[in-house]
């Protein structure tokens, strides 16, 4: 085949993969979806956390706390062993055993959202247990609001907000994440072109060491207890910078476990199968090979092709990001109770971002002593991509020993999950024996 076929072709399957619409069918049929708790049956990279996968994924962040990367030091802190930086709960998942969905919901609900683009717009986290090396971790989701909203990137957009309840293999809640997803029309996207006049980024020798400069400041807290009472309204976290972003960064964040559900993208003959499964997910590229939609963050011809002017990053990204920020910032015996964020720009390759907070409130509640502060992501542009809240509890001096929240009403939800999924795998067995 010609060169010139071969583009004809190419573009045939572009113009094929950006004409799905959001229809009003389908915004009405993932409304039947909301409340409804379902087992999370994914199967992610990572079931069982290890130390080298903890390692692996803070690395993967630009984090080298030692709390998350050398066992030998974890064994010296109050947590007795490294612990994975708390947001890693959002990527490791073995099958829970549940109910399955009724059959009519299913049916009603398949194939939503065909061919429609998704991203990560932000999330609300709440932390309540470490996840420590050798703990299995299930999840149960939900829908928990859709609403559709007008876009100046692409005509109109739905938002969805779900609910994942994470859990160790004791029954403890590891964690809640609540997912702000925005599914846009790639063509609309494309039409519209809002960032198409955006430059890629260029550096001289004295901006790289002005970014290095950032870099050579930062420092972890580590084992230096940061107390409660030392603090004052309007003191400053420090300065953190992340970038100039590159491909490599997120190959990097990708080989720490991030991204492989519910697309799955693989290698050969999975990748093959895997087109038979959801045939919408591979578009072509330019040399007529069937690649994944998710490219465009890292492939900028796929990225101009639906509106963006090159590639960018995962929102999940920067989330991890402002979460390294604040554990850099409270030390080992700090604990991040809460993280709300806002991905309110596109982070495209060779931005960079320099994260700062500030302290906003400080309370004492339940027993124990919180801060609340403020972060904000700025890029070089001077545009803030990313607003955040998020509320630390810290040690005092009296009261050295920092307790994470405890999940009391979540608690019998996720124990009735846990019974069930134990009720279907003792069957399971007994099915096999």
């Known amino acids: 085949m010609t060169q010139d076929?071969?583009?004809?072709?190419?573009?045939?399957?572009?113009?094929?993969?950006?004409?799905?619409?959001?229809?009003?069918?389908?915004?009405?049929r993932a409304g039947l979806l909301l409340g409804a708790d379902i087992a999370a049956r994914e199967r992610e990279y990572i079931q069982t956390a290890t130390p080298d996968n903890i390692r692996n994924f803070a690395v993967g962040c630009g984090n080298d706390n030692p709390l998350h990367c050398d066992p030998e030091y974890g064994e010296t802190t109050r947590w007795g062993s490294v612990i994975a930086p708390s947001m890693m709960a959002g990527v490791i998942n073995k099958p829970?055993?549940?109910?399955?969905?009724?059959?009519?919901?299913?049916?009603?609900?398949?194939?939503?959202?065909?061919?429609?683009?998704?991203?990560?717009?932000?999330?609300?986290?709440?932390?309540?247990?470490?996840?420590?090396?050798?703990?299995?971790?299930?999840?149960?989701?939900?829908?928990?609001?859709?609403?559709?909203?007008p876009s100046e990137f692409a005509g109109r957009n739905v938002v969805q907000v779900r609910r994942d309840v994470k859990f160790n293999q004791r029954g403890e809640v590891v964690g809640v994440y609540r997912i702000i997803r925005i599914l846009t029309e790639r063509k609309t996207a494309a039409d519209k072109g809002k960032y198409a006049q955006i430059e890629p980024q260029t550096y001289t020798d004295e901006d790289i060491a002005e970014i290095d400069a950032i870099y050579a400041q930062e420092s972890v807290r580590g084992a230096e207890a940061r107390y409660f009472e030392d603090l004052q309204v309007g003191d400053s976290l420090g300065k953190m910078?992340?970038?100039?972003?590159t491909v490599t960064d997120v190959v990097c964040f990708h080989?720490?476990?991030?991204?492989?559900?519910?697309?799955?993208?693989?290698?050969?003959?999975?990748?093959?199968?895997n087109r038979q499964r959801i045939a919408p997910f591979y578009v072509k590229n330019e040399h007529g090979v069937p690649d994944v939609a998710q490219r465009l963050h890292w492939d900028p011809a796929w990225a101009q092709a639906i509106g963006n002017p090159m590639a960018y990053d995962y929102g999940v990204m920067r989330e991890n990001y402002v979460f390294h920020y604040l554990t850099d910032w409270c030390g080992d015996d700090g604990w991040v109770v809460r993280q709300n964020d806002q991905i309110r720009k596109f982070n495209y390759m060779g931005d960079t971002q320099v994260i700062t907070g500030e302290v906003v409130a400080k309370r004492q509640e339940g027993g124990r002593n919180l801060i609340d502060v403020m972060v904000?992501?700025?890029?070089?542009?001077?545009?803030?991509?990313?607003?955040?809240?998020?509320?630390?509890?810290?040690?005092?001096?009296?009261?050295?020993?920092?307790?994470?929240?405890?999940?009391?009403e979540l608690q019998a939800r996720v124990t009735e999950m846990w019974k069930r999924h134990g009720e279907l795998l003792r069957a399971k067995r007994h099915r096999g024996a």
């Open 376 to 408: 904000a992501m700025t890029n070089q542009r001077g545009e803030q991509t990313v607003k955040a809240d998020a509320t630390i509890a810290l040690p005092s001096r009296a009261s050295p020993m920092v307790l994470p929240p405890v999940p009391i």
């Open 5 to 28: 076929a071969v583009a004809d072709v190419v573009k045939q399957d572009w113009e094929k993969a950006t004409a799905y619409t959001l229809s009003d069918e389908d915004i009405e």
């Open 96 to 149: 829970l055993l549940g109910d399955p969905m009724d059959p009519d919901l299913k049916a009603r609900t398949k194939s939503l959202f065909r061919g429609i683009h998704v991203f990560v717009s932000g999330g609300e986290w709440t932390f309540y247990n470490p996840v420590y090396p050798g703990d299995t971790i299930y999840s149960f989701k939900g829908e928990e609001t859709l609403q559709v909203n």
């Open 241 to 245: 910078a992340k970038g100039p972003l």
């Open 255 to 273: 080989a720490g476990g991030y991204g492989f559900v519910p697309y799955a993208p693989c290698v050969g003959r999975l990748a093959w199968k």
